[in-house]
């Protein structure tokens, strides 16, 4: 169905299905050039002299007088006129129901959703926002947010945004969830973001799902959700260190007090 927000998204789609279909060269002709002309034709007669021809009459042609070929691009019409009725919300098709030919109705739609040059800018800044602020929700697994950031790439190089493979792979990498941090920092190390697409890196990251989860929940464990679980580890092991200094500190001085003590009992004044 036709998003009002999304017109170039939706002809690329229309585009592609009729592609797709049986006799789908013929149903775009019909949506880029218009219905199929069927023209005239007049009939060969005999003459009155034997062997002679004689031309008859101009007459509209009929759907018999076309060949293979031309019946087929005339069916594409109809075809063409259906899928594009289809496509679109009861409230623009209330706005172009009397245009019967495909053609009408896709210039017609471009008209009213496409609009002017400064909507088209106006989209084009949408789309910029939506990528400064692009972010990996939480709770959110790799495919999702690999889903999203591909339908927003996409939607940009609809309207001929281009941006080059670093900016799009730096920005798929460097604003996934903190759990992500170390596979993230390997893929920077070993793979690079030069040579590598958005598929490569989402194949390789999915890999390490379960391990990312995993640095997740120890991270909300600990109730440290911005640190790297190794340095957890650390954290957990140094606070153990200086519970067993408090320990010894608080033995050593009990050594003491008992040693003054048994003095005292010793040496009564």
């Known amino acids: 169905m036709l998003d009002r927000t999304d017109f170039e998204s939706w002809q690329q789609r229309i585009r592609l299905y009729c592609l797709g279909k049986d006799n789908g060269e013929n149903i775009m ?14 009939d060969v007669i005999a003459g009155e002299t034997e062997g002679a021809v004689q031309q008859g009459p101009v007459r509209a042609r009929v759907l018999s007088d076309l060949s293979a070929e031309e019946k087929e691009r005339y069916k594409a019409d109809i075809r063409a006129t259906n899928i594009l009725l289809q496509g679109i919300p009861k409230d623009i098709y209330s706005l ?15 008209m009213i959703l496409e609009g002017s040059e400064l ?18 929700i939480k709770g959110e697994g790799i495919q999702g947010y690999y889903v999203r950031f591909t339908k927003l790439i996409n939607d940009m190089r609809n309207i001929k945004m281009t941006m080059s493979r670093m900016q799009l792979n730096s920005k ?3 604003n996934m969830l903190p759990e992500w941090s170390r596979f993230i920092t390997e893929v920077k190390l070993n793979r690079g973001l030069k040579e590598s697409n958005c598929d490569q890196l989402y194949a390789y990251l999915k890999q390490h799902e ?6 997740r929940i120890m991270m909300e464990r600990f109730g440290q959700p911005n640190t790297d679980p190794l340095a957890l580890v650390s954290d957990a092991s140094a606070q153990h260190c200086q519970k067993v200094m408090v320990l010894l500190r608080i033995e050593d001085n009990l050594d003491i ?9 010793h040496n009564p004044t």
Do not use: C
């Open 29 to 42: 002709k019909s949506i880029k050039e218009g219905p199929f002309q069927m023209g005239t034709v007049s």
């Open 96 to 110: 172009i129901n009397h245009y019967t030919d495909a053609k009408d109705i896709w210039e017609n739609v471009k």
């Open 119 to 136: 909507t088209k800018d106006d989209r084009e800044s949408q789309l910029y926002d939506e990528f400064e602020h692009f972010r990996q």
């Open 172 to 174: 798929f990498v460097n």
């Open 210 to 215: 379960v391990h990312a989860n995993e640095n």
């Open 257 to 265: 007090v008992y040693g003054i003590t048994a003095r005292a009992e």
